[in-house]
């Protein structure tokens, strides 16, 4: 029941509306779709920027080696330089991957971010649905499929999770994530680790540290979802497997990565250091705070509610369902994630992005008046 095969009928029901996620909110309107920052864009990033424009960086080409760029990520990572690709958006992982290694088979332990369905479409691969187990209050990692699906385990398989998961919130402890890794040996794991520096609870579990003992490892991070920038689309892939290293690059465009946000994280990462783990830091307790806030209050309206320690959370509406619930949202101009077509959810769930207090309000004032009795 909790592992299936996805037919080319269903996806293209369920790829739309798990794709496209974010970017086409009507102005005027609060987005709750889209899980950035609450904190937005920190201020050394906005002057590195300006700066940047202002010297006029946009007028010539990147370097298509990112030398720079991968030496500072690295640097404030505490990585090495020639285990970083740099990508176009955390997104871009995905593709490059498939191909570079042409797998045969994917591993996709779901709900997660919607866009393997488009490519798996796209290229006719073969995506095997691993559903994560609903519970009272969250969703459990699925333990006890991971032996029947490591069958799958071969060079021709690729396997995909993200942790911290989304949209359920739900993180893998360290040694589930090397269960995994240890199940598909023989396999490519890709870990999404989009949201990992927004967590306020998983200072234990950083996928990096682990692609030292883990050469079939490879880690994505986003660097628009945590300094709020997702109009520079930038994040990096990384990997202790040179051969692996090799394979990707020669896969990865020349210039995905555009001269702005390669100069400005450039900068930031080398000269800045202080001020963004200080923000990082500030960022993890106010989302802390303000997913309690929104938690409870959601929770006092009737809606049920998953655990989280991310900047969205997962609900599951009672009574509507989640179009019926953003078609009367969109009325007092709030607009909420439809998370209905996820695998393993249903017409009732949805993702909300918590943002500041004075925001959240407004969310929630929405929210009863759409459930007021």
Partial sequence: MWIRTTTSKELEVSVGKC????????????????PLNPLGTPRVLKDLIVNTVFREVYSRYPDYTYSQLRNAIAYFYGTNPEGVIPLNGASEAIYLLVLALRPKVLVVFEPTFGDHKY??????????????VESEDRYEFPADLLKSVSTLNSRETLVLLSNPNNPTGTTLSKNQLTEVLEAFADSVVLVDEAYQELCYSCE?????KLTNSYENLVVVRSLTKTYAVPGL?????????????KVVEASRPPWNVNSLASEVFTKAFNEHVGELKSFISLSKNVIKSEVEYVSKNLKSIGLHVYKSSVPYILVRHRGLTTESV??????????????????????????????LRHENDVLLSSYKEVFKT
């Fill in 233 to 245: 689309r930038v994040g990096f892939l990384y990997t202790s497997n040179a051969k692996l290293v």
């Fill in 19 to 34: 794709r496209y996620h974010g970017g086409a909110v009507p102005e005027g309107y609060l987005d709750f779709s889209a």
């Fill in 119 to 132: 490519l798996s479409e796209a290229i006719g691969l073969k995506t095997v649905s691993v559903i994560y």
């Fill in 326 to 355: 953003i078609a009367l949202l969109t009325r007092q101009k709030v607009y909420i994630r439809d998370a209905s077509r996820y695998p393993g959810l249903t017409p009732y769930h949805a993702r909300i992005s918590v943002k």
């Fill in 204 to 208: 234990d579990v950083d996928a990096v």
